[in-house]
């Protein structure tokens, strides 16, 4: 490259090396969601959490009890 006369020559190639070498910030990915440790249902050795108490069967008269008249959904007379 021959300089100009006027002194106003650019350097190309110092100034893409300048740019090659600037360190890219990285960026947090915007979709991404936090991972939860805790093991899955699918996971090797996952193994189901033992339950606090059974759920207490309802009563036969479960909706006389409360005023209500039994339900009569599926009965044909």
């Known amino acids: 490259v021959e300089p100009s006369v006027d002194g106003s ?12 070498n600037v ?12 991972v939860d440790s805790a093991r899955q249902a699918g996971d090797p050795d996952y193994k189901k959490p033992a339950t606090a108490a059974p ?5 036969d008269d479960f909706d006389t009890r409360y005023g209500l008249k039994p339900s009569t959904f599926g009965i044909r007379s």
């Open 55 to 59: 759920r207490p069967q309802p009563d």
């Open 9 to 20: 020559d650019v350097d190309l190639a110092m100034i893409v090396e300048r740019l090659r």
């Open 23 to 34: 360190p890219k910030p990285q960026q947090a990915m915007a979709f991404a969601e936090t």
